[in-house]
């Protein structure tokens, strides 16, 4: 998975509680990503990062915070769950520059009851 | 924004035989076009892309060809095997900025 991590793999919570799910590089990338798989939906854009500090919103950006105070990680806040937001988390990681590989990590499955 | 298609969601195939999936594309100034294969449980795994300069790319059994007039490529995979069974996602690039928008995908079935 190019060097991507993300941590917890699984996750289950209750509704109104936050939830921050962690992706980690090794592959010194100035680009990362945040996106959610839903069935129907495929891949949809919630945050993405642009270098340290630097973040802007994606497509489904509501109800999710980013924050990414390091190269090698990009948190994704989810400041008080929903059950809508039961979902595949995916991070993936780019190193710059239009029309170049995005790599993805393995995954976490979140379930918000 | 760009808004990418698949076509077919579903495609089962014999062993043995080939694999066509198609995606359109809306946005003539994309110039890079991914293709993704997921595995149950797994992250998406890039496994072929092709640039706008150039019309097809071939990695063994996989190809992908770009048809820039009518907005769409295809990825090929020849002489199907079980391990070709998976879910696939066409991308294409968004101008202006270094996001991919993809299509739902498509579930290609290889029948043994």
């Known amino acids: 998975d190019a060097g991507i991590t993300q941590s917890p793999r699984h996750k289950v919570t209750e509704t109104g509680t936050p939830v921050t799910l962690r992706c980690h590089q090794t592959?010194?990338?100035?680009?990362m990503y945040w996106y959610r798989q839903d069935p129907g939906h495929g891949l949809r854009l919630i945050h993405y990062s642009y270098g340290v500090k630097d973040t802007d919103k994606g497509e489904v950006s509501d109800g999710y915070s980013v924050s990414r105070s390091k190269t090698e990680d990009f948190l994704l806040t989810l400041e008080s769950a929903t059950s809508s937001q039961t979902s595949v988390y995916f991070c993936a990681i780019s190193s710059g520059g239009e029309g170049n590989e995005q790599f993805f990590g393995p995954g976490t499955r979140l379930t918000v009851l | 924004g760009e808004n990418v298609e698949q076509h077919p969601s579903t495609l089962s195939v014999q062993e043995g035989d080939s694999a066509v999936i198609k995606c359109t594309y809306s946005?003539?100034?994309?110039?890079?076009f991914p293709w993704y294969k997921q595995e149950l449980g797994k992250g998406p795994q890039l496994i072929i892309d092709?640039?706008?300069?150039?019309g097809e790319k071939k990695d063994q059994r996989i190809a992908v060809t770009l048809n820039k007039t009518a907005k769409h490529f295809s990825l090929h995979i020849t002489e199907t095997q079980p391990e070709d069974s998976a879910v696939y996602f066409c991308?294409?690039?968004?101008?202006?900025?270094?996001?991919?928008?993809f299509g739902k995908g498509n579930q290609v079935v290889v029948i043994p």
């Open positions: 991308a294409a690039s968004i101008h202006g900025n270094n996001r991919l928008a």
């Open positions: 946005d003539s100034a994309s110039n890079y």
């Open positions: 592959e010194n990338h100035r680009y």
């Open positions: 092709i640039r706008s300069n150039v």
